[in-house]
Every structure is written in structure tokens, then in C-alpha cells.
């Protein structure tokens, strides 16, 4: 890994330090996990539960770019490839093209070196997606009732709750890959949502999530073969007699699994039951209305909680939000 020794200012680790250009150098140089950065992919399971996935990594931000110098290594080094994305892995297709099995395992096991060695701490968070959509997603708004929006928030909520018990003291924060949809919907109650955190935990999270482009934020390929791999052993593909590549990829001395229990959906979906005009906002077409409205409001300094909207439905849906503090986030 002889790219670990790669001036800061390079390529592959650019994406890391424009994250940090803000902060001062002497900061920057602070040991006890100073500026974290939690990485995050998703991997969706079409059978049984059809459970959703999230799962990355947590480093300091000065390892990420030491990370990604060594990870971008690894991906020029023959036969080489541009970038990392399981699925076309899986599959022998774009990226991969023309290889043979084997020589894509010895290719994803170089890359599952390159993890182990900066040993990130891991995490994977996860929901029944046939669950979700039978118990909350008829009661729920539209955007509520998508199951990536509960998972971003489900993920960044047990992190931090989880990083406040070890006595981390550093904002985290947190990187997803981009997510058509989800993004929007996030940036406008996720402000909200984190009421429902111990104020320890809250002042942990560094803003909102931002949504980046895998192929340009390298730790963002690293979480995608960790949620590829864990989806894959929640649904018994491992072959018999061989060690699981998602062990690999775990951190042997730190991993977090949380999942959103069936008894918490159903409290979600009774609290929305009791909320008049959900059905007004469960189109296509509504909510981007609503949404559209809540935008305006905010722009303008105006808390949509406690606004005077025509129908009412933006005061009552964003109390709502908050009355569901404490019922798992």
C-alpha cells in the first residue's frame, strides 16, 4: 500500500480534504477521533423480507484520505478497474466486463485488504422493507413511507447515539450515496426527527447528511461491498465451507448492528392514523406540493410547525414528526 505515503492534495483523497478545508490546521492534527466521517451505502434484498441494508464506515477524516489514496492503488492495479460497484462485480458486467470469477474474487479481496488495514469502524443498519410497506406506508405520507428515508435517519440516529456512549466528544459527519428523492426529503425533517435524540447524541451530528457520487468519494465503494455482502448473508448466498466476506469487512474489535423492529412500525403507522389529511399528501403530486410549501416557509425563517397553513397539514404533519420522538430514534 505504498500510496498510504500520497500528499493529501491528491486525486483520489481531494473529495476528503474539501470536506475539512474549513477547519484550521491544528485541528485537523487533533488525535482523539477529530472530524469523523461516516461513509454509507445501501443494498436492497428482493426475497424474503426484502430488507433493506445500510452499512459503512466511521474513521477520522485524515485516514479517509490516506484511505482513499491506497484504495485508488488498489483499483489501478492490474487488471485494473475505474471504480468499485458490487453489483457490476457480481455480475461480470461494465467494470468487469470479460473477467472470470476468480480473478474478480482476488480483485475484491486486494480491496477488502485495503479496509481491514485503516480499520474503520463498521455498522450496518437495517428494515424489512414488507413490513414497511405493509404497516406504515398506507398510513404514512408519501415521503415518510419510503423505507430509504427511514433507514438514513435510523443509521445516523444509532450512530450517534452509539458514539455518545463511547465518550466520543467529535461531530460526526455523515455521507451517503446519492439517493434520488431521498435527499429532499431528508434535508426537510431531518432537523426535526433529531429532536427525538438525547441532546449528548444531537451534538454529535455535523448538519444534515449530504449525498455524494460514489465514483468520486472513494469510502463510498468501500460501504457499498460492505452492504452488498451483508444483504448477500442475510439471504444464505454464502457458499458452504468459506469464510464470509462480510466478516472481512467488519471491524473485529467494533461493529454496530441495529435494525427497526415490526412493534416500532406499528406505532408509526398508529400515530399517522390519527393525523387528518395524510391522505391529501400520499400522491406524487401532493407531496412534491407540500414539500414545494415547506421549502418556501423555511427560506423564509418560518418554523412550518407552527404555521397557519390553509388545510393545516404542514403544522400537523411536522408536530407529528416530533410527537414521534423517543418511540425508537
Request: with cysteine; hydrophobic share 40%.
Amino acid at each position: 500500500m505504498s500510496g498510504v505515503g500520497s500528499p493529501p492534495w491528491s486525486e483520489a483523497s481531494s473529495p476528503i480534504w474539501a470536506l475539512t478545508s474549513g477547519y484550521a490546521p491544528r485541528y485537523r492534527a487533533q488525535k482523539p477521533l477529530a472530524f469523523l466521517y461516516a461513509y454509507i451505502d445501501d443494498s436492497a434484498s428482493h426475497v424474503g423480507d426484502q430488507r433493506l441494508f445500510m452499512a459503512g464506515y466511521l474513521n477520522r477524516a485524515e485516514q479517509w484520505a490516506l484511505f482513499s489514496e491506497a484504495w485508488d492503488e488498489e483499483l489501478r492495479a492490474a487488471p485494473a478497474i475505474e471504480y468499485l460497484k458490487m453489483a457490476e462485480a457480481q455480475n461480470l458486467r461494465d467494470q468487469f466486463t470479460g473477467w472470470t470469477p476468480g480473478g474478480r474474487d482476488e480483485k475484491l479481496r486486494g480491496l477488502a485488504r485495503v479496509i481491514r488495514h485503516f480499520q474503520p469502524f463498521s455498522f450496518e443498519f437495517s428494515v424489512s422493507r414488507a413490513q414497511y410497506s405493509s404497516i406504515v406506508k398506507p398510513a404514512s405520507p408519501r415521503g415518510l413511507g419510503n423505507a430509504h428515508f427511514v433507514c438514513c435517519f435510523g443509521m445516523v440516529s444509532s450512530l450517534a447515539r452509539y458514539a455518545d456512549g463511547a465518550g466520543v466528544r467529535m461531530p460526526i459527519k455523515f455521507i451517503f450515496d446519492q439517493q434520488d428523492g431521498v435527499s429532499t426529503d431528508i434535508g426537510l425533517f431531518f432537523d426535526r426527527m433529531t429532536q427525538s435524540l438525547p441532546k449528548s447524541a444531537r451534538k454529535l451530528i455535523s448538519g444534515s447528511p449530504t449525498f455524494e457520487d460514489d465514483k468520486l468519494v472513494l469510502p463510498l465503494q468501500a460501504a457499498d461491498m460492505l452492504a452488498w455482502h451483508v444483504r448477500r448473508e442475510h439471504e444464505d448466498c454464502v457458499p458452504p465451507d468459506t469464510l464470509p466476506m462480510a466478516d472481512l469487512l467488519r471491524n473485529d474489535h467494533g461493529h454496530l448492528t441495529s435494525e427497526i423492529p415490526e412493534s416500532v412500525m406499528k406505532s408509526w403507522a398508529d400515530q399517522f392514523d390519527k393525523l387528518p389529511g395524510v391522505p391529501l399528501l400520499q400522491s406524487k403530486r401532493d407531496w412534491r406540493d407540500f414539500k414545494k410549501e415547506m421549502t418556501r416557509l423555511i427560506s423564509l425563517g418560518v418554523d412550518p410547525s407552527t404555521t397557519g397553513h390553509p388545510r393545516g397539514m404542514i403544522a400537523r404533519l411536522t408536530s407529528r414528526v416530533k410527537a414521534l420522538r423517543g418511540r425508537f430514534f
